[in-house]
């Protein structure tokens, strides 16, 4: 009887965790896309103002959903440098494991035609 109450708990309590996290997500994404379209990423404090002024939070609630959002950025982004990291030490060696192959007349047309495509992916970088 309480593993099947410790059950439903855990199962109401993710079903809680991801109603919040869609809830954020729809009131986010239309800022991110707005931003992205703009070539600028969203500030944190228009986030909040949006989800502040679409949920009518209180001043209260606005600075602990502030406070909540700051900690998941910056959860968010360890995990992206940690992939960033891994996906680095991916391309250093299949660049070593393709040096061995390649003569270095085709490495170095492999290298042009990697940055011509970065930079058709990336047009702000140069």
Known sequence: MQFTYKLSETIVRKKTISMTLLILYIFI????AMAQ?????????????????????????KSKVEAILDNEKKKVEAVFNEERKKLQQIQEITRTNLQ????????????KKMREQSSKNN????
């Open 100 to 111: 061995a192959v390649l003569t270095p007349e085709q490495m170095k047309k492999l290298d």
């Open 29 to 32: 994404s239309p800022v991110v």
């Open 37 to 61: 379209k703009q070539n600028a990423t969203p500030d944190s404090k228009e986030i909040i103002n949006r989800i502040s002024k679409e949920l009518g939070l209180n001043d209260t609630q």
């Open 123 to 126: 047009p702000q970088k140069k």
